[in-house]
């Protein structure tokens, strides 16, 4: 009998979260960035073994929400945990006394899923402290995201707590969504690589176009911010910003689909998207019923 289900990675954001998925698939399918928030929404991926099928679930960081976007945010990670078969949740191993799941997501009723209490980055840890926060949380699965120590029994651990149940995807699949979703997604990591301060959580990214046929790869993406200010930094000086950034995002991608691509990148101004429903809505990201 094989083993499949939802894993629902959350934690704070920076715990490593998105790291520990790309780690565990193999391949980086979900952004990752000094910067919080990067990752705004749900991520499934998919590791398969000859009895064992994890489907897990990348979520953005817990955090009180101050507009819009992160209400969004908040409600991707509460769905992924209502819909979780069990819960990885990823704390710091550096954070003497982490909350508890319920309390980090503000949980009104206990989860019903298995949770495991993951301690990441324990390679910032000389071998004492680690062995200390082993003695004192002996039930957690210790790990570095980063290093991919640990991470072979984290995996054990988390498919011997899967249902009884036929695989959920062809064995050899390792993301769910599409390759145009991934390709807006490595464009807005750039941004984030390029830019500073407030201007990377103003991105978002739109793929416009995408004809795989084409040789080489054609793709149109619009980075969208919401101020002139936010475009004209982002465009740089006689356009240097912007080219850096298309030709950095433009490698990722070809990566990705195994192929040349010429990637037309457009920036455009979309005043205040991150607090508006209906712009939210063309990005992908759902609010609340309650807070549209």
């Excluded at 945990?81 to 550096?94: G, N």
Aim: hydrophobic letters at 40%.
């Amino acid at each position: 009998m094989t083993r499949a289900g939802i894993v629902a990675v959350v934690g704070k954001p920076n715990a490593g979260k998105s790291t520990l998925l790309n780690r565990i698939i193999g391949q980086k399918i979900s952004i990752t960035s000094p910067k919080p928030q990067s990752t705004r929404d749900r991520i499934l991926g998919i590791h398969t073994t000859a009895d064992v099928q994890l489907i897990i679930a990348d979520t953005p960081g817990l955090l009180a929400p101050q507009y819009a976007l992160q209400r969004a945010m908040r409600a991707a990670a509460l769905s992924a945990l209502a819909d979780a078969d069990v819960i990885a949740y990823i704390v710091e191993a550096t954070e003497m006394d982490p909350p508890t799941l319920e309390v980090a997501a503000e949980l009104e009723t206990p989860s019903r899923a298995q949770i495991v209490t993951v301690c990441n980055k324990i390679d910032a840890l000389n071998p004492r402290a680690l062995n200390r926060r082993r003695a004192a949380r002996p039930d957690d699965i210790f790990i570095s995201a980063r290093t991919g120590e640990g991470i072979p029994n984290l995996i054990e651990r988390l498919g011997a707590l899967l249902p009884e149940s036929p695989f959920l995807y062809p064995d050899d699949e390792i993301g769910a969504q599409s390759m145009r979703f991934f390709a807006s997604e490595l464009v807005r990591e750039t941004a984030l690589e390029q830019l500073q301060d407030e201007v990377p959580y103003s991105v978002a990214c739109e793929i416009e176009e995408f004809r795989e046929d084409d040789k080489p790869v054609y793709i149109r993406a619009v980075i969208y911010v919401e101020r002139d200010s936010q475009k004209g930094i982002l465009i740089g000086d006689k356009g240097a910003r912007i080219r850096d950034i298309g030709r950095a995002a433009r490698i990722k991608i070809e990566k990705l689909v195994d192929a040349p691509v010429y990637l037309d990148l457009w920036v455009k101004v979309l005043p205040n998207w991150r607090r508006n429903a209906l712009s939210l809505k063309r990005f992908g990201y759902t609010l609340p019923e309650d807070q549209r």
